[in-house]
């Protein structure tokens, strides 16, 4: 079975500045996706980035992005440029791409705190 | 285009009454998962469904859970004889096919068991 884990149960950072919040994983297979959720005090759980694990380049959306080591099984994510509203639990999640997979394994996440 | 919207928000239950949780999925995806957060966990897979059919309910507890997605209307989870431990957030998400590369989630239904 695949584990995630978020070895940092808490993390600050100052408005404007960067961090990195880690997550490794353990799995068997070589294809499968990773996912960064965000969820704010609303409970919505929001996809920040996703990354396809045959893809070597590291996935990017605007100050998100990740560092996705597949030998080591690690995906962290940096968040640059820090701002209030980045203030969340994330949540690093598994997903194996082979027939019939979909469920989501979640890691017990980072509550990210930025410090104004 | 709404998203996956849970109804309600907030549920308090005391001990041994029933919990209906509904889940609405977005506009044209079949494909509905449930999953359940504990307190400072993360979420957890209970059940996936397609209308009116149950694909995987290996995350669901033996007992008093259960989980339809009918032809029409929304999916339900359901938990009968409510107990302490059954206080969590539950959240839903949908998809377009099973082989998504996307899931959306809803707001969840905070469930307070007293």
């Known amino acids: 079975a695949q584990t995630v884990t978020q070895s940092q149960p808490e993390m600050s950072v100052q408005e404007a500045e960067t961090v990195t919040l880690s997550c490794t994983y353990d799995?068997?297979?070589?294809?499968?996706?990773l996912f960064w959720y965000k969820q704010p005090p609303s409970r919505q759980m929001i996809l920040v980035i996703r990354?396809?694990?045959?893809?070597?380049q590291n996935a990017t959306e605007n100050r998100f992005s990740v560092n996705f080591q597949k030998a080591a099984k690690s995906f962290s994510l940096k968040i640059s440029d820090s701002q209030l509203g980045d203030a969340a639990m994330y949540f690093c999640?598994?997903?194996?791409?082979?027939?019939?997979?979909?469920?989501?394994?979640f890691g017990k996440g980072t509550k990210l705190s930025v410090i104004p | 285009n709404a998203g996956v919207m849970q109804n309600p928000r907030h549920l308090v239950r005391r001990r041994g009454q029933e919990a209906r949780l509904r889940c609405s999925p977005m506009?044209?995806?079949?494909?509905v998962y449930w999953y359940r957060q504990l307190p400072e966990e993360g979420l957890k897979f209970m059940v996936y469904?397609?209308?009116?059919?149950?694909?995987?309910e290996s995350g669901m507890p033996k007992e008093r859970f259960s989980a339809e997605f009918p032809k029409e209307g929304p999916s339900i989870l359901r938990i009968q004889q409510v107990v302490r431990g059954d206080s969590a957030a539950y959240f839903c998400?949908?998809?377009?096919?099973?082989?998504?590369?996307?899931?959306?989630f809803g707001q969840g239904t905070r469930l307070t068991v007293v």
């Open positions: 990354q396809e694990a045959y893809k070597q």
């Open positions: 799995t068997s297979e070589s294809d499968y996706y």
């Open positions: 469904l397609q209308k009116e059919n149950i694909i995987d």
């Open positions: 506009k044209g995806h079949s494909h």
């Open positions: 998400a949908s998809s377009l096919t099973g082989r998504h590369t996307e899931a959306f």
């Open positions: 999640a598994y997903r194996s791409s082979g027939a019939g997979s979909y469920q989501l394994t």
